[in-house]
């Protein structure tokens, strides 16, 4: 019976995808397909939230990485439907902090948010996105920043992992970085307090 259960709840979730799907007696899921920066694409499963657990206005992250087609077109479409669930938008400086007259953008931008999300991949001489996060600290926006561990030297350490409220990942793929990011985000969210009013349960 549980079999049969689980099997058909399968296949309406495959089947209806991207389209939310209720388990009985349970939770809503919706199964989609995430992007790697090569263009491919991997399976994912989301678990939502129900409407009245989400925040009564959306939280905002301030979105930082290098502008690289084959990491701003795959990472925001990510991170748009990993965050989506949890009430959280995204937003972003519209060009890279070297443009004249972005720096209070980003400034006002950090500021401004209830979180950080920053992937330093291809930062390699181009130090912007370290800028960035040096903001959020001095700012005191908790922040979670990536780092491909395959774009590292043996000699970088990468970001301290002690800073306050910080959550560090390191991964290889895009399909490492968004499970860690998605079973390490309700923990992230609960230690940094990251909530606003929430909607009334009816």
């Given at each position: 019976m549980a079999g049969s259960v689980f099997e058909r709840f399968s296949q309406e979730?495959?089947?209806?995808?991207?389209?939310?799907?209720s388990f009985p007696g349970g939770d809503?899921?919706?199964?989609?397909?995430?992007?790697?920066?090569d263009g491919s694409e991997f399976p994912f499963i989301l678990g939502l939230l129900q409407a009245w657990?989400?925040?009564?206005?959306?939280?905002?992250c301030f979105v930082g990485h290098r502008f690289l087609p084959?990491?701003?077109?795959?990472?925001?479409?990510?991170?748009?439907?990993?965050l989506n669930p949890?009430?959280?938008?995204?937003?972003?400086?519209?060009?890279?902090?070297?443009a004249s007259g972005v720096f209070a953008e980003i400034v006002k931008g950090i500021r401004g948010a209830a979180m950080c999300f920053f992937d330093t991949y291809g930062t390699a001489g181009k130090p912007n996105v370290f800028?960035?996060?040096?903001?959020?600290?001095?700012?005191?926006?908790?922040?979670?920043?990536?780092?491909?561990?395959?774009?590292?030297?043996?000699?970088?350490?990468?970001?301290?992992?002690d800073l306050q409220g910080l959550f560090r990942i390191r991964y290889t793929?895009?399909?490492?970085?968004?499970?860690?990011?998605?079973?390490?985000?309700?923990?992230?969210i609960a230690k940094n307090k990251i909530r606003a009013e929430r909607r009334k349960k009816r």
């Amino acid at each position: 019976m549980a079999g049969s259960v689980f099997e058909r709840f399968s296949q309406e979730l495959f089947a209806r995808s991207p389209a939310a799907v209720s388990f009985p007696g349970g939770d809503d899921f919706k199964f989609l397909q995430l992007r790697e920066m090569d263009g491919s694409e991997f399976p994912f499963i989301l678990g939502l939230l129900q409407a009245w657990q989400l925040p009564a206005r959306p939280l905002n992250c301030f979105v930082g990485h290098r502008f690289l087609p084959n990491i701003e077109g795959p990472l925001r479409f990510n991170l748009a439907h990993v965050l989506n669930p949890y009430g959280i938008r995204l937003r972003w400086s519209a060009q890279d902090l070297s443009a004249s007259g972005v720096f209070a953008e980003i400034v006002k931008g950090i500021r401004g948010a209830a979180m950080c999300f920053f992937d330093t991949y291809g930062t390699a001489g181009k130090p912007n996105v370290f800028i960035e996060i040096g903001m959020a600290y001095a700012l005191g926006v908790p922040m979670i920043v990536a780092e491909n561990f395959n774009d590292m030297s043996d000699t970088m350490e990468g970001i301290p992992s002690d800073l306050q409220g910080l959550f560090r990942i390191r991964y290889t793929s895009y399909e490492e970085l968004f499970r860690k990011l998605y079973f390490g985000l309700p923990n992230f969210i609960a230690k940094n307090k990251i909530r606003a009013e929430r909607r009334k349960k009816r």
